[in-house]
């Protein structure tokens, strides 16, 4: 795993957009793998400046994201869905009909799960995985667990996730209790991961992730086993480390 220290979650915004655009200079037609959350905001709001200013596009770039509330339409605010295509998707130049996120719609778990590894699949697999940590080191909706996950499956989320997540919703009851979400395994076949954290409350979950056994209690410590894994972290969330 490579460290990148930054100051706050401005910079780290910036460096983490920086990453992804030499990405998408490189390969136009990257496969990203994207994440929602309040962590990776910022640096969908650089790209977009950067997009603007003629730096890089999305034209050929088509993207998977990990994760979605089971039970909300992509037209409901606080599906991941709505998300995407507010905060990043409808101020850029990429082909909606590129992006996908699963379908928090289908209440056929099965045929869900499956259809959404199919794509991935497909698609050959995600050039650039960008991932946010949960406060217990979970990474899309891969809450601590007996083992690590293989594809996309359906979780039931943990008390701390939907209390951590209720900030977004009016009524913490709102707060969906499943997700589909995509499997650890198909995170760690990304051929390169982008893991961001800032802020005091990540700091035990980025902990355990770089420097914690490799464990599912601690879904984001497999981390430790990709060969091309980069955390950009500030020093909030690196103060135990
Ligand atoms: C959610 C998402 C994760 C995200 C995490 C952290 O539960 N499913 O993909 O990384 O929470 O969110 P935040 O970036 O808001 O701290």
Redesign the pocket.
């Known amino acids: 795993m490579k460290l990148i220290r930054v100051k706050d979650y401005d910079d780290m915004s910036r460096k983490v957009a920086n990453i992804i655009s030499a990405q998408v200079i490189l390969k136009p037609n990257s496969v990203l793998g994207l994440?929602?959350?309040?962590?990776?905001i910022g640096a969908y709001k650089q790209l977009i400046d950067w997009y603007h200013k003629g730096d890089v596009d999305f034209a050929e770039v088509s993207t998977y994201n990990?994760?979605e509330y089971r039970g909300l339409t992509g037209d409901d605010p606080q599906s991941?869905r709505y998300f995407m295509n507010t905060q990043f998707f409808d101020h850029v130049d990429i082909d909606k009909a590129n992006t996908h996120v699963p379908d928090g719609s289908n209440p056929d778990i099965e045929e869900a799960c499956s259809s959404y590894d199919k794509m991935v699949k497909d698609a050959g697999y995600v050039d650039l995985q960008l991932?946010?940590?949960?406060?217990n080191g979970?990474?899309?909706?891969n809450e601590p667990a007996d083992a690590f996950s293989k594809g996309t499956q359906c979780v039931d989320?943990t008390e701390s996730?939907i209390e951590?997540?209720s900030r977004l919703f009016d009524d913490p009851e709102d707060v969906p209790r499943q997700?589909y979400?995509m499997g650890v395994q198909t995170i760690m076949n990304a051929r390169m991961i982008v893991v961001a954290a800032t802020?005091e409350d990540?700091a035990q979950a980025v902990h355990d992730m770089v420097f914690g056994a490799v464990t599912p209690q601690c879904p984001a410590s497999i981390l430790q086993l990709h060969t091309n894994c980069v955390v950009v972290a500030d020093d909030a969330a690196l103060s135990l480390c």
């Open positions: 994440a929602t959350g309040t962590t990776p990990l994760d991941y991932l946010g940590i949960g406060r979970h990474i899309g909706f989320l996730t951590a997540n997700a979400t802020g990540k």
